[in-house]
């Protein structure tokens, strides 16, 4: 039997899927316009990882920090 894959898992999937999909978009768009403002939008993407993909995960994943402690 098969084990069930976590909501949190499934969760940083579908981030992923999003971001690699907005990034394969950017980057055919380079391949027939190579400038400036290309080459910022893909950095910016780029930038942008931490937040939507890491955070989020990191987040739903890490056991509740416990402030009484230190």
């Given amino acids: 039997m098969a084990k069930e894959v976590s909501e949190s ?3 940083l999937r579908e981030l992923m899927d999003d971001f ?3 990034f ?3 980057y055919r768009r380079q391949e027939t316009k ?3 403002s290309s ?3 893909m950095r910016k993407l780029l930038r942008s990882f931490t937040n939507r993909v890491y ?3 990191r987040d739903a994943t890490l056991p509740a920090k416990d ?3 230190f």
């Fill in 55 to 57: 955070v989020p995960y």
């Fill in 9 to 11: 898992t499934n969760m």
């Fill in 39 to 41: 080459e910022r939008r």
């Fill in 24 to 26: 394969e978009n950017e």
């Fill in 20 to 22: 690699i999909s907005e």
């Fill in 67 to 69: 402030e009484t402690q």
């Fill in 34 to 36: 190579t400038n400036l």
